[in-house]
T-cell receptor, first 117, second 113 residues
Framework: GAVVSQHPSWVICKSGTSVKIECRSL??????MFWYRQFPKQSLMLMAT?????????EQGVEKDKFLINHASLTLSTLTVTSAHPEDSSFYIC?????????????FGPGTRLTVL | AQSVTQLDSHVSVSEGTPVLLRCNYS??????LFWYVQHPNKGLQLLLK??????LVKGINGFEAEFKKSETSFHLTKPSAHMSDAAEYFC???????????FGTGTRLQVFP
């Protein structure tokens, strides 16, 4: 099956520092990956669409300068939370689109829990 | 605009009894609908998807869902709950003509022995 990994699984950082989260598709290539944010006991909110070799597309209300996304290869997308603050604490989940055609399945990573002190 | 509404935030059943997780959708177009399950410390897993083919969709682990246009519903069912089914379930609709997914608020399923 299609496997997507995230690293790290959890991270604690000090306010004002930057944190990078990696999302990898382990057994397939993904031209498109997505980044979501999930607050405790709430649903997933799409933050941005990451396309290999081009700039990410951010959803309305998401600060592109705070959440930097780089999709450098067909198997790796990274999310960097810059100058993190306690309100950035959340569960960040990525997904990778397998197939490339519309309505192909998104495979999700296990998530990264970020805590900003 | 498209959206999904999960009618129950929490459902409790006994092991071996049927499961019903309710989801209504809103869409101006023929929607593509999904059910995903989220177990603790594991990635979201696709249970099943509806893409305008058969209205009764069979998924993994004995789950199925029926697309009812007249009721704008896409309820998830399973004849007999297992302890391992305890998890968070999300009804999801894809934004028209894109790969973007819009998630419902989730239903936590508890299964008692």
């Amino acid at each position: 099956g299609a496997v997507v990994s995230q690293h790290p699984s959890w991270v604690i950082c000090k306010s004002g520092t930057s944190v990078k989260i990696e999302c990898r598709s382990l057994d397939f290539q993904a031209t498109t990956m997505f980044w979501y944010r999930q607050f405790p006991k709430q649903s997933l909110m799409l933050m941005a669409t990451s396309n290999e070799g081009s700039k990410a597309t951010y959803e309305q209300g998401v600060e592109k300068d705070k959440f930097l996304i780089n999709h450098a290869s067909l198997t790796l997308s990274t999310l960097t939370v810059t100058s993190a603050h306690p309100e950035d604490s959340s569960f960040y989940i990525c997904s990778a689109l397998r197939g490339g055609g519309r309505l192909d399945t998104q495979y999700f990573g296990p998530g990264t829990r970020l805590t900003v002190l | 605009a498209q959206s999904v509404t999960q009618l129950d935030s929490h459902v409790s059943v006994s092991e071996g009894t049927p499961v019903l997780l309710r989801c209504n959708y809103s869409s101006s177009y023929s929607p593509s609908l999904f059910w995903y399950v989220q177990h603790p410390n594991k990635g979201l897993q696709l249970l099943l998807k509806y893409t305008s083919a058969a209205t009764l969709v069979k998924g993994i682990n004995g789950f199925e869902a029926e697309f009812k246009k007249s009721e704008t519903s896409f309820h998830l069912t399973k004849p007999s709950a297992h302890m391992s089914d305890a998890a968070e379930y999300f009804c999801v609709v894809s934004l028209y003509n894109t790969d973007k997914l819009i998630f419902g608020t989730g239903t936590r399923l508890q299964v008692f022995p």
